[in-house]
T-cell receptor, first 112, second 114 residues
Framework: QKEVEQNSGPLSVPEGAIASLNCTYS??????FFWYRQYSGKSPELIMS????GDKEDGRFTAQLNKASQYVSLLIRDSQPSDSATYLC????????????FGAGTRLTVKP | DADVTQTPRNRITKTGKRIMLECSQT?????MYWYRQDPGLGLRLIYY???????NKGEISDGYSVSRQAQAKFSLSLESAIPNQTALYFC?????????????FGPGTRLTVL
């Protein structure tokens, strides 16, 4: 079992729809969770981080964390073609080091 | 100017050659990292350094070595390159002392080993 699992996609949604990206992780003591966006040929950039159970909203993005289910998700409302990218889920296992594990990413396409 | 820079951006080399990838940052961060990215496997940590005197192995350090020449510089070396080291390599930095410190990535180096 991979430590951080994501559906590789591609996930295709129409412009204006809600895109839902999911991630599960295996290490129950994981403490910090991140969503990075990576455009083709570019470097990852952080779009959301979440540390506590529940929802965290930032503009059109909402991250959801359920530690009991070891599940973290990213919702993108009013999806735009510019949101088309690969979304990487990252999980940091402990607070005292930087042992961050990344999922393989979900490729999202938003069709005009 | 970019905060995290990597050189070269692209490199093609032959099996058995020694190659060095360089990373520089102007963010003033203490912590630096080297990752490789392969299709379907995501980012995997090769080495990381919390300060100039601190070097730590990551998930996949075999076949690689690093040097932290200064706070702002962190180099990755392949002593004898092999084809399965063909990948996209990213350097990243982060600040210390923050509970949930973000990692900032450089633009990447695309390495091809023939």
């Amino acid at each position: 079992q991979k430590e951080v699992e994501q559906n590789s996609g591609p996930l295709s949604v129409p412009e204006g729809a809600i895109a839902s990206l999911n991630c599960t992780y295996s290490d129950r003591v994981s403490q910090s969770f991140f969503w990075y966006r990576q455009y083709s040929g570019k470097s990852p950039e952080l779009i959301m981080s979440i540390y506590s159970n529940g929802d965290k909203e930032d503009g059109r993005f909402t991250a959801q964390l359920n530690k009991a289910s070891q599940y973290v998700s990213l919702l993108i409302r009013d999806s735009q073609p510019s949101d088309s990218a690969t979304y990487l889920c990252a999980v940091r296992r402990r607070q005292d080091n930087n042992d961050m594990r990344f999922g393989a990413g979900t490729r999202l396409t938003v069709k005009p | 100017d970019a905060d995290v820079t990597q050189t070269p951006r692209n490199r093609i080399t032959k099996t058995g050659k020694r190659i060095m990838l360089e990373c520089s940052q102007t963010k003033g961060h203490d912590r630096m990292y080297w990752y490789r990215q392969d299709p379907g496997l995501g980012l995997r940590l090769i080495y990381y350094s919390f300060d100039v005197k601190d070097i730590n192995k990551g998930e996949i350090s075999d076949g690689y070595s690093v040097s932290r020449q200064a706070q702002a510089k962190f180099s990755l070396s392949l002593e004898s390159a092999i084809p399965n080291q063909t990948a996209l390599y990213f350097c990243a930095t982060s600040d210390q002392g923050l509970v949930n410190n973000e990692q900032f990535f450089g633009p990447g180096t695309r390495l091809t080993v023939l």
